[in-house]
């Protein structure tokens, strides 16, 4: 009886300790992404978000994210218990998106196709 509680209390702790890193990773993503389309939110900001939403994770109460600007993109760093993610971003520029697309729908029209 012991060996079946303690084999299902170790699956349990495993999956708390997978959806930790999997929501820790997606919280620090979404930090950097909420600091390339804001023109207002500075780094701070975004910092201090993503630690209040890494305090209500269940095994990972250590982990601290970390957003470093170098330029027109960000890096956002997570570190904590044996685990770390990075992701690099740069700022989002919508008048770049809509040249591209307009580029493409008359290169679309040349050829007779459309986007």
Known sequence: MTVVVLS???MIRAAY???D???SGMILHEMVELWAHEEQLDL??????GGEALKHLFLSKGDSIS???KG???VGSLSGKGQ???????RFKPQDFLR???LLEELGEKDGDSV
């Open 67 to 69: 957003l470093e600007e």
């Open 84 to 90: 770390g993610f990075q992701i690099q971003m740069s």
């Open 21 to 23: 890193r999997v929501t």
């Open 44 to 49: 701070g900001q975004a910092e201090a978000l």
């Open 72 to 74: 027109e993109s960000v």
């Open 100 to 102: 591209k697309m307009t």
């Open 17 to 19: 300790g997978l959806h």
């Open 8 to 10: 299902v209390w170790t």
